[in-house]
């Protein structure tokens, strides 16, 4: 059982940068794919990035794309995604997962470990 805490979400002002972090605890963190996940109020749960278990490579949606950057460091079992030029389109709660398994990164049902989610608001 691997339990993920996601951290550093908050308000902050359109054009504005924040770094998330999710610590995991339980199983082995370096083989575990990592992914953020998002959902808007009214929205689907929508794919952000996910990086391989040695952080040697990365995917990302579209729309963050040049703006976000996923990153692990494994001997401290947490994962980050750090969100530049934020925008409010970018408010959301955001998840952070884990998969052993599946290259359909993109889907959140290859996922087996999800956090709670840490809410990131932005100003316009």
């Known amino acids: 059982q691997v339990r993920l805490v996601e951290a550093g979400g908050g308000l902050v002002q359109a054009g504005d940068s924040l770094r998330l972090s999710c610590a995991a605890a339980?199983?082995?963190?370096?083989?575990?794919?990592m992914g953020w996940f998002r959902r808007a109020p009214g929205k689907e749960r929508e794919f952000v990035a996910v990086?391989?278990?040695?952080?040697?490579?990365?995917n990302y949606a579209d729309s963050v794309s040049g703006r976000f950057t996923i990153s692990r460091a494994n001997t401290r079992n947490t994962a980050y995604l750090q969100m530049r030029g934020l925008n409010p389109e970018d408010a959301a709660v955001y998840f952070c997962?884990?998969?052993?398994?599946?290259?359909?990164?993109?889907?959140?049902?290859?996922?087996?470990?999800w956090g709670q989610g840490t809410q990131v608001t932005v100003s316009s």
């Open positions: 997962a884990a998969k052993q398994y599946g290259t359909s990164w993109w889907r959140p049902t290859v996922y087996d470990y």
């Open positions: 990086i391989n278990q040695h952080g040697g490579s990365a």
């Open positions: 339980g199983g082995t963190f370096g083989a575990y794919g």
